[in-house]
């Protein structure tokens, strides 16, 4: 089992920035790809970024406008979420999640291995 743990989030102006952090725990960290999504509410989860386990590859939702970036540090077996120039439609419940296979982040019909807990992060207008 993999344990995610999310953190960062929380209220911010538009045009603003955070930081949310995923730290992993269970398993070797470095074996996993791991992901960011976000859910508004009545809404569908939805794709945010991917990051390969080697760093090689980095994936980003088409919506996102460049605004957002995906990295990891494996000695401390954490990913992090950097947002900027944040808008109010960027509020959800931003999710880590970890899996063995990277396509499994980019397909609606696959299902990440394992899911934080999430946490919020508003944007005001």
């Known amino acids: 089992q993999v344990q995610l743990v999310e953190s960062g989030g929380g209220l911010v102006q538009a045009g603003g920035s955070l930081r949310l952090s995923c730290v992993a725990s269970?398993?070797?960290?470095?074996?996993?790809?791991m992901a960011w999504f976000r859910q508004a509410p009545g809404k569908e989860r939805e794709f945010v970024a991917a990051?390969?386990?080697?760093?090689?590859?980095?994936e980003y939702a088409d919506s996102l406008e460049g605004r957002f970036t995906i990295s990891r540090d494996n000695a401390k077996n954490t990913v992090y979420l950097q947002m900027s120039g944040l808008k109010p439609e960027d509020t959800a419940v931003y999710y880590c999640?970890?899996?063995?296979?990277?396509?499994?982040?980019?397909?609606?019909?696959?299902?990440?291995?394992?899911w934080g807990q999430g946490t919020q992060v508003t944007v005001s207008s």
């Open positions: 269970g398993r070797t960290f470095s074996t996993y790809h």
């Open positions: 990051i390969s386990q080697s760093i090689k590859r980095t």
């Open positions: 999640a970890a899996d063995l296979i990277f396509s499994d982040f980019l397909l609606t019909s696959r299902q990440p291995d394992y």
